[in-house]
């Protein structure tokens, strides 16, 4: 397994944690009611779907933009991505699916981004064809490096918070990778047509976390197509478009990959610098493998081919690749032959933070288990397995995922694609075991661990959370904090009526029932955000 390179402290013996329930996000997507389009918009829509149809022309580099759009769960992110795609006439009424984005299956039962995609659209402003990129993220914490890969292919974000709401933790934990991504964020407040919306008191909410200027705040309701249009010309006018660097060396940044079983991995990057043509011999930097580009296009949000890509422009490469682990998200493509002197900066190894042992129910169903591991990894470079015995379970596999979404992703894709019966260990995670004699060894299993005489002392993860929250809810989630060994760190007030705790708590005490005991605490109302510590 990797080595874990973040921050411990020194703890108890270790102790395992009941099963996390994450199924609050479980929720069935209503259709969107694309009747509801006010009359206004009609006829400019009508214009754009005529425009839609072009857009694989190519546009200058000054009229292309790039941009991703950062919420929290359920604030609206995928209906305005649908939107955005209906207005533009990317994609036509009659074939659009809802929430064409999410287009996996497991993503689009739970209503949650997992993993991302990119969608380019043509835009008339002012008489001049604009080519907008929207590249989409996924909304958990689990995946916040694919989050910042994404960033990093953009130079704007909108910001769309709830009007009714206002800002969450994870809003707050996006918005600061934007920040450091020196990207333009455009505020919108959405849901304005429910009763309770109160966009004014959002503004100030966000003017005063974020330290954005809300006074020229876009009020939209992504569901009744209010204010999309006002979002599609802010795009065009603020963010800005990209460097024109095409006569340098190629150089694309990777923001996602998936496996496809009849063309093999699929990469989506954004073009840095230079060119890439069909048929060119690609490099990996990280993986150092390389490659002939079979196919190259463009997601417009189906995959179309075209014969160039330049710099500035988002698109796909189909190159024969067995596996997600040779281009993985955060590498850099260049040319074989013409190679770039430095890759992109930001690549990193995927780490397991939580670990847990699958094992199948019959004995017999082992080495189906073991195939469809492989073949899931295939298309998910950041899961990790080793074999392991039991002499309760039998054989099975120890398992390392990026968090506890991440873990029960995984689960589910294996008993619902490839019909497996499993038993899942509590979830645990991966201590550092000092000995008397000097060595260090890291424990993902508690059987792993060192004779009592020979250890001198155990160290574990930590993470840092951060809770918004109503103040009514302070004192008794403090409370679970501190019942958790949580360190308490900061306490402000971001609203007269909201207030943000942070705590350092171990990761141990995360991967049990915390998250349902704050949302219970909380009546439902604080949200929570937690990264790691190192
Ligand atoms: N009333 C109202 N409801 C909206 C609006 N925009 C989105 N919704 C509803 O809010 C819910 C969540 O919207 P989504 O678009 O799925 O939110 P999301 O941010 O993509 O959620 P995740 O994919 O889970 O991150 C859905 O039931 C939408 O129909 C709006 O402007 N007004």
New binding site residues.
Partial sequence: MASVNYFWRHTLPIQSSPLPKYNSHLKR??L?NFLSLNIKCQTRLEDSIQVGKDRLQKVPILNIRNFSII?H???????LADKLLQMTGTVEIREMKD?FL?NMDLERER???IKLQAARMRYMYKNKPYCLNLIDTP?HVDFSYEVSRSLAACEGALLVVDASQGVEAQTLANVYLALENNLEIIPVL??I??PGSDPARVANEIEEVVGLDCSNAIHC????GIGILEILDAIVEKVPPPQDTAERPFRALIFDSYYDPYRGVIVYFRVIDGTVKKGDRILFMASRKDYFADEIGVLSPNQMQVDELYAGEVGYISASIRSVADARVGDTITHYSRKAEASLPGYKEATPMVFCGLFPVEADQFPDFRDALEKLQLNDAALKFEPESSSAMGFGFRCGFLGLLHMEIVQERLEREYNLTLITTAPSVVYRVNCVNGDTVECSNPSLLPEAGQRGSIEEPLVKIEMLTPKDYIGPLMELSQDRRGEFKEMKYIAENRASLIYELPLAEMVGDFFDQMKSRSKGYASLEYSFIG
């Fill in positions: 997507r209503r969107t919420a769960i359920d604030h609206g992110k995928s209906t929430q999410d209503g949650i981004t909304g959405n849901k047509d429910l309701s992504a569901k009744e």
